[in-house]
């Protein structure tokens, strides 16, 4: 089948200060993924063409990008379900730098803002390692899927109008240790959390989870952490 591909390109040091599109007609399978389409232009029309990736497989979070209005991993997109009239874009809300290529630093920078790593200097009586039963794990396991792709973020209304907002990502991740018994940091991230450009900045939007590639519950683990700030209490 023929695909009809339209790609957003900004590049200011070669001249292109404006955005804009081309367009490029591929020969693909269904099962190609947008990825694999984007390679081609790059390999065959023009190695210009800028874009982050590395796995391809929908697991370093490297490679989210507006597709046809929704934020989507590149690598997991296929044609047979985005169709043969494919419009890609940077995803929203972080400075383009090049083509898709946006500035992630103020990104990581929330995420780093609520320590995402194990607060505990505690040694265990026995020297050997912090046990935690079965159901404690549960407790965070879904927020342990993340893989720092942005697509929740950069999706978010609440975002897009004040990029202050720390954001579902750094949420899930301040969440993924919040709730794990053997952290000892709760009460900072909390207290950091409830400042005002963190969680109730969050309008209940739901895009976040529908963005995810990993089907994380990206609102529910939001709720969960403005009830442990309301309550006083993890559980
Ligand atoms: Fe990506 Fe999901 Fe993590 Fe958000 S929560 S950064 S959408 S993997
Ligand atoms: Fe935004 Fe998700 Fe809340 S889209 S408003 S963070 S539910
Ligand atoms: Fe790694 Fe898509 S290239 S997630």
Same mark, same amino acid.
């Given at each position: ?5 339209r790609l957003f390109r900004y590049n200011p040091e070669a001249g292109?200060?404006?955005p804009s599109y081309d367009t490029y007609n591929v020969e693909a ?9 984007? %390679? ?5 029309? !023009?190695? @210009? ?10 697991? &370093?979070? =490297? ?71 079965? %159901? ?5 396991? !879904?927020? @342990? ?10 999706? &978010?209304? =609440? ?25 000892n940091g709760a009460e900072g991230r909390l207290e950091r959390l ?42």
């Amino acid at each position: 089948m023929l695909v009809h591909l339209r790609l957003f390109r900004y590049n200011p040091e070669a001249g292109r200060n404006k955005p804009s599109y081309d367009t490029y007609n591929v020969e693909a399978d269904p099962t190609d993924r947008v990825l694999d389409l984007m %390679e081609h232009v790059k390999a065959y029309n !023009d190695p @210009t063409l800028s874009f982050r990736r590395s796995c391809a497989h929908g697991v &370093c979070g =490297s490679d989210a990008m507006r597709i046809n209005g929704r934020n989507l991993l590149a690598c997991k997109a296929l044609v047979q379900d985005v169709g043969t009239e494919i419009t890609v874009e940077p995803i929203l809300g972080m400075k383009v730098i090049k083509d898709f290529i946006v500035d992630m630093e103020p990104f990581f920078e929330s995420y780093r803002s609520l320590s995402p790593f194990l607060i505990n200097d505690d040694i265990p009586e026995d020297g050997k390692e912090r046990r935690q039963s079965i %159901e404690q794990r549960e407790r965070f396991d !879904d927020t @342990t899927k993340c893989i720092l792709c942005a697509a929740c973020t950069t999706s &978010c209304p =609440s975002f897009w109008s004040d990029e202050a907002y720390v954001g579902p990502a750094t949420i899930v991740n301040a969440h993924r240790f919040i709730f794990d018994s053997r952290d000892n940091g709760a009460e900072g991230r909390l207290e950091r959390l409830s400042e005002e450009m963190g969680v109730w900045r969050c309008r209940t939007a739901f895009n976040c989870t529908e963005a995810c590639p990993r089907e994380i519950h990206v609102t529910q683990a939001i709720a969960e952490v403005k009830k442990a700030i309301t309550s006083g209490r993890l559980d």
